[in-house]
């Protein structure tokens, strides 16, 4: 079974940073996108950034470009989502998750392991 923990959230005030980690065990890693999405009090859901098999195609939210970087290291299976300049807007948990093809979505559906999140929590 594969499965993913995520690491590395935490409490930080507006314009700090945090680096998430995502460790994957079982299944293979190597060969899959990867993707972060992430669900605040009282909404849905949302997308935040993928990454190809390869990592050579990234994607972000418009709410988060510029502001986020997602990286992976097959070797170590492992793939990080590098946030700075975070706002109070950006509390959520985050999860990480397997899609099921080589080549990043955006859409949840394409995903089909998901971690259990970690949660960050930005102040004003």
Do not use: H
Request: glycine share 12%; proline share 2%; with cysteine.
């Amino acid at each position: 079974q594969v499965q993913l923990v995520e690491s590395g959230g935490g409490m930080v005030q507006a314009g700090g940073s945090l680096r998430l980690s995502c460790a994957v065990s079982g299944r293979t890693f190597k060969g899959y996108a990867m993707g972060w999405f992430r669900r605040a009090p009282g909404k849905e859901r949302e997308f935040v950034s993928t990454i190809n098999w390869s990592g050579s195609a990234t994607n972000y939210a418009d709410s988060v470009k510029g502001r986020c970087t997602i990286s992976r290291d097959n070797a170590k299976n492992t793939v990080y989502l590098q946030m700075d300049s975070l706002k109070p807007e950006d509390t959520a948990v985050y999860y990480c998750a397997r899609g099921k093809y080589s080549w990043s979505s955006s859409k949840s559906d394409d995903y089909n392991n998901w971690g259990q999140g970690t949660q960050v929590t930005v102040s004003s």
